[in-house]
Each structure stands twice: as C-alpha cells, then as structure tokens.
C-alpha cells in the first residue's frame, strides 16, 4: 500500500471527528511512553513482562520518562526545544529521581540525557515507526480500506481495537494480524474441544489430567491414531508409567513418548547385539565411547574387510590391529587411519632416492629375516640373488651407491619359493 504524502495525511488528520482525534493522539502518546520505556528498560537491563503496567516499570526504571510528544503539524513548527530550536515535535520528559522537566527535539537527547547513541537512536528509530502507525491508519481511511472486524466480534479483541473499530479508524496490518492469530487459536481450541468430545469416559479423565501443552498435542494428533509400529513387542514394564497409560487407553503417544520409546527400542537391540559378542569382544567395546560403541554394534552384520595379513607393515596403531584381531568391525576413523597408512606407505615407495639404511631395515626387515631363516632352502640359482642383496645392503650402509629398485626385484623373487609373506613395500 502506498502511503498518502504529507500534506494528504495533514488534509486527513483535519476531516478527523474530535473523538477519532483524541483517540488517535491518546493511542500514539501510549503507545510512544510504552516504546520509551521498553528502550530504557533494556540498555540498563530491567527486566519487564506483559503484565507490568507503566507504573511499575516507571517505577524500575527511575530515569527520564516521557510524559508527552507534541505534533505541530506538517510544516509547522510551534514548538520550542530548550536550546531554543523551534520544534514540529516536541518532547517532554521529566526525571524521576528529581522532578526535573525538559523539552526537547530528538536532536537534543543524547546532550541532555547522558544515554549512549545507540539508545538514542533507537528511541528515534521507535518514534518513527509509531508515527508510520499513525500514517498507515489516515492513509487507510482516505482510501476507505477498513478490515471487516465485525466477522470476529465474537472473539475476546483487545479493547483499543474494539474501540478503533466502533469510532471509524481503520486498523493497521499488526492489529489486523493480531486478530487473525487470535482468532485462529480461537478455532484451534474450537476442534479441541470437539476432539475432546470424542473421547471416552476414562480417556477424557486422563486428558483433563494432562498439562495443556501436551493436552493439544495429543487432541490435535488425534486424527493421526494409535501409533502401534512404535510400541515395543518386548516387555513394556521398563517403560515410563505415561506412556503404559496410553497404551493402555489407546491414546496417541506424544512425540517426547515417541522418542522414549526410540530409544527404549535402541537400547533393546545394543543388548542384543552385546550378547552376542564373546567376553574378550565385549570388554573391548565397552572400553569405546558410548557412540563408538554403537557404531560398532551397528555394523556387526558387515563383512570384514581386513585381515592380520593385510595389516602387516602398515604404520597403524595397536587399537586397530586388536580390533582385527577380535573380528569386530572397524571404527570410521580406523578405516580412516588405514587409508592414510597405506598412503604413506606408497609416499614412501615412490621416494627411493632418499632411501637410508635405516628406512631400509625398517621396511624389510621383517622380510630379510625369514628369508635368513631360510637361506640353507634357497634355491640353488637364487642364492646369488640372496648374496646380491647382501652386498647392496652392505653398500647403502657404507654409503656408496644403492640400486633400491634392484634389492627389491631380487628380494620379492626369494619370497616365493621360500613361502615367506611380503612386506608391503615389495
């Protein structure tokens, strides 16, 4: 909606009978104390509630409050500020603690209160916007657009709307909003009631009983039924005593008593599955976290995709290795510890030009000694192959020149007839 220009808005204001006038004027210097107050209330962090009158939040807050904001009219400024500036509005506040009284123009605040410019400006910003109220509501009635109230004059309407309405004044969106959300929860309570209606003896007993926030969730779920794929076939006795009662009356369970029941489920199907385990498998997992553990448990039914073998020179840490070697599934983050395992490992394997004897040993070492244990089975045309790796040993040792592709090549053909398992750098 576009709003009138100033000058249309002045033509409205004056067509105004005496009592919309007052009304008007009457409503905005409310409305504007309660928008002062709220302000100061929160830079010096009193709390207020609804049902506070301004008296008593006055009565916290003991500063400046407003007493008046006088409007000149368009173009007009018959008003004065205590600087001398002549004023279209005028604001008359007065100190709680000392009586004194001030006139001001929203340029003088912030010098003669001694409140922070944020609170000034939202003083300012307040003001503005009660004037649009007032704007929004001439601008409504020079376009005659009146919401049809007398559709909801049943409902309990707070009674400045009532009167708005009974004078002429057309209200503005936030009322309109207002009545539209009271006017909802009035037909919300309308189907809860008939819901409740429907309810047999004992039903309805049990529902009075209840708090009114879950006494609507469970009218208005009604419609929904008995959730029975929610119920546990197990025994019931451990569940809380509510949720039994609804069951038992065949009443919709509330989404709290959803959730227990979840979880009821959830902790029925972790004691199972730790059953099944063996007391070694079982004391190990309980050593996990409770998440850990589910995670585990979850997965018992999956293959495992690891073996001792597999793991056998793999810098991984002995969690992940004794969980193999249970046969239990693997943790996310062992998996993820394996995966960066075997990319240092091919980090390693494609850097042989920095090879040192110390990285040797540490990567075949394991190798070298099995083929050792061996070495009287060596084939008799390998055995210089096993001669040949001693001496480029020897030679990396020594610091002389060390063909690493060449050890290796010589040291996976022993393994072979041998029988001896490979390190994974072969």
């Known amino acids: 909606m576009e709003m009138l220009s100033r000058k249309q808005l002045e ?10 006038r007052d009304f008007l004027e009457n409503k905005l210097k409310i409305r504007r104390k309660s928008q002062w107050l709220q302000i100061l209330a929160k830079y010096k962090g009193v709390d207020i509630t609804k049902e506070m009158s301004m008296e008593e939040i006055e009565e916290k807050i003991d500063d400046w409050i407003l007493i008046d904001c ?27 603690k000392e009586g004194e009284v001030r006139k001001l123009g929203a340029n003088c605040f912030e ?27 001439l601008t409504k009635l020079h376009k005659k657009l009146f919401f049809p109230l007398s559709r909801y004059l049943h409902l309990h309407l707070p009674s400045d709307i009532l009167e708005q309405h009974e004078i002429g004044l057309p209200l503005t969106n936030v009322q309109i909003h207002l009545v539209e959300r009271i006017n909802d929860r009035y037909q919300e309570e309308k189907r809860l009631s008939e819901l409740f209606d429907v309810l047999s003896g004992p039903q309805k007993a049990y ?27 197990e025994d019931l006795s451990d569940l809380d005593e509510g949720i ?43 050593e996990f976290n409770r998440i850990e553990q589910n995670e585990i448990l979850e997965n018992l039914h999956q293959p495992s995709y690891y073996s001792i073998s597999k793991l056998n020179g793999l810098p991984v840490s002995d969690e992940v290795i004794k969980q193999v070697q249970l046969n239990l599934p693997l943790l996310n983050r062992h998996q993820a ?12 394997i494609n850097s042989d030009s920095a090879i040192t004897f110390s990285m040797l040993m540490d990567r075949h070492l394991q190798t070298l000694r099995a083929v050792r ?3 009287d089975v060596i084939p008799p045309g390998l055995k210089k192959d096993w001669i040949k790796i001693q001496e480029l040993s020897l030679n990396l040792q020594n610091g002389h020149a060390f063909d690493y592709g060449l050890f290796k090549l010589l040291l996976s053909n022993l393994t072979t007839p041998l029988k001896v398992e490979k390190d994974v750098y072969l």
């Open 11 to 20: 033509t409205t204001m004056d067509v105004l009978t005496e009592e919309q």
């Open 70 to 96: 006088l409007d000149g009219g368009f173009n007009k400024r018959p008003y004065k500020c205590d600087c001398g500036q002549p004023l279209r509005f005028q604001y008359i506040i007065q100190n709680k």
């Open 111 to 137: 010098k003669y209160l001694s409140l922070p410019a944020s609170v000034i400006k939202d003083v300012k910003s307040g003001m503005y916007d009660i004037n649009l109220e007032r704007d929004e509501i």
């Open 207 to 233: 529902v009075s009983r209840m708090n009114g926030k879950d006494r609507r969730e469970l009218l208005l779920s009604l419609d929904n039924g008995y959730i029975e794929e929610l119920v546990p076939d």
């Open 244 to 286: 039994q009662k609804h069951i038992e009356l065949g009443l919709p369970l509330l989404e709290k008593q959803q959730e227990q029941i979840i979880a009821f489920k959830l902790e029925m199907k972790r004691n199972k599955s730790l059953k099944r385990l063996t007391v070694e498998q079982r004391n190990w997992v309980l």
């Open 337 to 348: 510890e394996i995966r960066i395992a075997k990319q240092k490992v091919h980090e390693a």
């Open 373 to 375: 244990e061996k070495e």
